[in-house]
């Protein structure tokens, strides 16, 4: 017996006694990955029907009747001579030469009729052809959720793109030019010195190499990020979050998205508003998330990337709207952004930039809009300088929307400190001097609001960093 087999055996028992939590675990993610499947709800309360695969697979399932098989006669099977009906069958049985839309008999020869079975067998899954007819394949083709009616659902809600045809200047965030001109300084990491032109042309040959959109990201996409200490989570389905419409759209998984750590934020203000800052139970995931990343298939589905940004942008705002309403209700609804996004399509070598922000609305349906606008757009692979420039300005995007949010958490956090404070001084007995030592008097301490008001126009910054008003 090996010397240390007690030692493995005690390591199995560990492992056995935390199978529970495992299990548990990986029945909550089977449960949160399940296919989404949209209700009849989502087609009827559209104000407008658009014709995509979705539109048409629905259409096809409240139309067309759904005829079940009747089971088959097993009455008087002692009437049927098996042996006579065996005999029949080997020899082919009945001719169908007589029925409509029959194919012609194959050939004759083996060899040729092996070709034509292994070519049918690769037509599988695709139309084919008989007799002039189009016979439509019985194995479905996976349609986008994120396609013109997912879209049309948004505004109906409230969620608005810069596209939109009812939007205007004045929907734009108050604070853009602010943001855009914090962007458009170089950084000294992309310098002649850090970031040669022998770097940007191995960028170019990666972005020609990615074929997929899974290499975009790995492989491509860091050469523009860079390397940093924001933290973030790639491909983590917001499964926790309160629906944003009326639950019959599926739920939001962006490809990359920043936050903070969960425990910097109070746990009393987590309790209240998880359903709006946390994205997943998983404690260690980020919560608040601020920043989203979306990228797409060369050449291919940037439309649909840029509806995913949209929904992961208003899920965003909504959240940064709330902590800020708790923080202070007065200052909550200024028009200003605090949430961006970004696209990058490797097919072009581009990449665009756009903020996210939270209004007021006048539609008695919902009480908020939220609207995305674009920041900048920058052609990544055209030359050195337009990849310094775009890198730059999704790098202090970053930066920026992780001083927003940290900016928050610390004012969030001093408002609950400051109110545990004021219930503490308020229950402490304070001695009555003016009384005997034998009668003491016991009576409690009350302050003004002015003293326990906090300060929120200005947000904290850390690191020295200029102060973002509220």
Known sequence: MPPNSKRQLGVEKECSADTAPSRANKRR??????????????????????????????FDRRTVPSIAPEPPDSTHKKDVDLARLKRFASHGGPSLSDLRTYPESGPADPSIRSLASTSSTETQGKTV??????????????CSAYDFAFQQHLIDNGVFSYLYAGINIEQEPHNL???????????ASLSPESFTPEAFWE??????????????MSIVFPSITGTTNIRSRKNLLFGNLEDLTDGSITKAKPDCYDGSLPANLDSQIRKELGPYILPSTNTTAPCLPNFFIEGTRPDKYFDKCKRQALYNGALGARGIARLRSYVNPDTADDNKAYV???IYD???????????????????????????TPIGQHFMTN????????????????????EFREGLIMAANSKMLNAERS???????????????KTAHWETETLSTDELAVDTSTYAIPNGRTSVRA
């Open 177 to 187: 030019e602010d943001i855009r001109a914090r962007l458009t300084p170089r950084r």
């Open 129 to 142: 052809r008989i007799g002039g007819e189009s016979s439509v394949s019985s194995k479905s083709t996976k």
């Open 423 to 437: 219930k503490q001084v308020s229950s402490k007995p304070i001695f009555d001097s003016r009384l005997s030592d």
């Open 340 to 342: 961006f996004s970004s």
């Open 383 to 402: 030359t050195l300088d337009a990849f310094r420039e775009g890198a730059s300005a999704l790098r202090y995007a970053r930066d920026l929307a992780r």
């Open 346 to 372: 490797p097919g072009f070598g581009v990449l665009s930039l756009y903020t996210h922000h939270c209004t007021r609305s006048t539609n008695p349906n919902h009480d908020h809009e939220y609207h995305m």
């Open 29 to 58: 993610k089977l449960e949160n990955e399940q296919p989404h499947r949209t209700p009849s709800s989502f087609w009827d309360n559209l104000s407008r029907q658009w014709l995509t695969a979705r539109t048409l697979r629905e």
């Open 203 to 216: 960028f170019r040959r990666k972005n020609l190499r990615a074929e997929t959109e899974s290499i975009a």
